[in-house]
C-alpha cells in the first residue's frame, strides 16, 4: 500500500448505528487530518493531528470522534449521526515543519445516513 | 475573512481551449496558495502552488497568475484535454512557522467542476 488509504470506501448506516472510519499513511508523516466534503460547499476541515496529539478540533459535533493512536493511523468514531452528515470524509496527511508542506489525501469514505 | 470564494461553479471548454478558474481572497495574511485536483473517486490531489512573492507560476500546460494587490489568483490550463477533466479545488493558507504543533490549516473555495469537450 501506498500513500493515503481509508477504509471502508462506502458506509450505510442508521442514525442509531456506531462506526469507525479508518485511514493510514504510509508516508512517514506526522500531522493527520479528516476533512468532510459536502456537495457545493468547501472542504471543511474538522480535526487535525500533530505527533498524535489534536491540533484542530473546528467546532465539530461530538458524535465525531477522532481517534490517533499513532502518526500512521487515524480513526473517526461515528455515533448518532444525523442524515445531514452524510457526505465524503476525507483523511490527509502531512509532514510538519516542512516549508509548503502538502496534505496528501485519501480516496475518502463516501457516508450515506439513513 | 477566512473564505476563499471560486468561481465559476462549473465550466465547459472545447478540447485545445484555455480553462480559466478565479479564486479571490480576505485575509491578507495568507501566505500560501495551492490548487488541487481531483478526479471521480480519487482525494484532491495538489497540482501547483504558488507563494505571495511571485506573480505567476507555471507547470507545463497549468500556470497560476497571482495578483495580490485585487486579493485574487487564478488557474490556467492551456491546450486543455478531456484528461484535465475533473473537479478543481483553490485553497489559500498562512504558512506555519516551524515549530512543532503547527500545521498548515488550508481554507478551500467551493470547487469548479471542469468538463473538456473531445
Known amino acids: 500500500e501506498t500513500g493515503v488509504t481509508q477504509t471502508p470506501r462506502h458506509l450505510v448506516m442508521g442514525m442509531t448505528n456506531k462506526k469507525s472510519l479508518k485511514c493510514e499513511q504510509h508516508?512517514?508523516?506526522?500531522?493527520m487530518y479528516w476533512y468532510k466534503q459536502s456537495a457545493k460547499k468547501p472542504l471543511e476541515l474538522m480535526f487535525v493531528?500533530?505527533?498524535?496529539?489534536?491540533?484542530e478540533n473546528n467546532s465539530v459535533p461530538s458524535r465525531f470522534s477522532p481517534e490517533c493512536p499513532n502518526s500512521s493511523h487515524l480513526f473517526l468514531h461515528l455515533h448518532t449521526l444525523q442524515p445531514e452528515d452524510s457526505a465524503l470524509y476525507l483523511c490527509?496527511?502531512?509532514?510538519?515543519?516542512?516549508?509548503?508542506?502538502?496534505?496528501?489525501f485519501g480516496p475518502g469514505t463516501r457516508l450515506t445516513v439513513l | 475573512q477566512q473564505q476563499v470564494k471560486q468561481s465559476p461553479q462549473s465550466l465547459i471548454v472545447q478540447k485545445g481551449g484555455i480553462s480559466i478558474i478565479n479564486c479571490a481572497y480576505e485575509?491578507?495574511?495568507?501566505?500560501?496558495f495551492p490548487w488541487y485536483q481531483q478526479f471521480p473517486g480519487k482525494g484532491p490531489a495538489l497540482l501547483i502552488a504558488i507563494r505571495p512573492d511571485v506573480s505567476e507560476k507555471k507547470e507545463g500546460r497549468f500556470t497560476i497568475s497571482f495578483n495580490k494587490s485585487a486579493k485574487q489568483f487564478s488557474l490556467h490550463i492551456m491546450d486543455s484535454q478531456p484528461g484535465d477533466s475533473a473537479t478543481y479545488f483553490c485553497a489559500a493558507s498562512i504558512i506555519p512557522r516551524a515549530y512543532r504543533g503547527a500545521t498548515n490549516k488550508l481554507i478551500f473555495g467551493t470547487g469548479t467542476l471542469l468538463a473538456v469537450q473531445p
Open positions: 485575509n491578507t495574511a495568507f501566505d500560501y
Open positions: 508516508l512517514g508523516h506526522n500531522a
Open positions: 490527509a496527511s502531512s509532514q510538519e515543519g516542512v516549508v509548503d508542506n502538502e496534505q496528501f
Open positions: 493531528y500533530n505527533f498524535k496529539e489534536q491540533t
